[in-house]
């Protein structure tokens, strides 16, 4: 059974960092790419990250460039978002989820996280 | 990028009626659309993928179609967790994208 398990939400102030973690259990990691899709309170979902099964692509959306980073550590079956100079806009519920078929970013979410809540606020 | 428009915006039906939801991408996505539903407080779930095939342990009563720029999302029979949030999501062309939501209420 595909299991996703984020951590690393919290409280952070504007202009802060955070990180997110997201270990995954139950399928062999580094055949997928693995994304990072996001909720505003009372909102849609965005998709915000991706990072191919090796490593060698990254994907961030035009939304958070320059502040947020994605990474995977394939030993560990472990993605990481890095979010800097938080913005009270990027408050949202992050999820974790799997691309449904090996090797592509033009995917579907098969499996989700249980989300983890980040709120930018002074 | 791709602009995914759903409407209804708000659904209201009644337990065991028939419910029909729709998606409009502005330009053809082949058949890369994805449908999700997601209940309060959860993350959202894979109902359909490739525009009309279900997801595994995804029930009959759910069914989708379309091709192109039009799309639909059926539910035959509505039970109690179906009263939720329902997305679309196109994987055709980059970045992906989702319609804003529709949400089935009693």
């Known amino acids: 059974e595909v299991q996703l398990v984020e951590s690393g939400g919290g409280l952070v102030q504007p202009g802060g960092s955070l990180r997110l973690s997201c270990e995954a259990s139950g399928f062999t990691f580094s055949d997928y790419v693995m994304f990072w899709v996001r909720q505003a309170p009372g909102k849609g979902l965005e998709w915000v990250s991706a990072m191919s099964g090796t490593a060698f692509a990254t994907y961030i959306a035009d939304s958070v460039k320059g502040r947020f980073d994605i990474s995977r550590d394939n030993s560990k079956n472990t993605v990481y978002l890095q979010m800097n100079s938080l913005r009270a806009e990027d408050t949202a519920v992050y999820y974790c989820?799997?691309?449904?078929?090996?090797?592509?970013?033009?995917?579907?979410?098969?499996?989700w996280g249980q989300g983890t809540l980040v709120t930018v606020a002074s | 990028e791709i602009v995914m428009t759903q409407s209804p915006a708000t659904l209201s039906v009644s337990p065991g009626e028939r419910a029909t939801l729709s998606c409009r991408a502005s330009?053809?996505?082949?058949?890369?659309l994805a449908w999700y539903r997601q209940k309060p407080g959860q993350a959202p779930r894979l109902l359909i993928y490739g525009a009309s095939t279900r997801a595994t342990g995804i029930p009959a009563r759910f069914s989708g179609s379309g091709s192109g720029t039009e799309f639909a999302l059926t539910i035959a029979s509505l039970q109690s967790e179906d009263f939720a949030l329902y997305y679309c999501?196109?994987?055709?062309?980059?970045?992906?994208?989702f319609g804003g939501g529709t949400k089935v209420e009693i």
């Open positions: 989820a799997k691309g449904a078929v090996g090797g592509t970013v033009f995917n579907w979410f098969d499996s």
């Open positions: 330009q053809s996505i082949n058949s890369n």
């Open positions: 999501q196109q994987y055709n062309t980059w970045p992906l994208t």
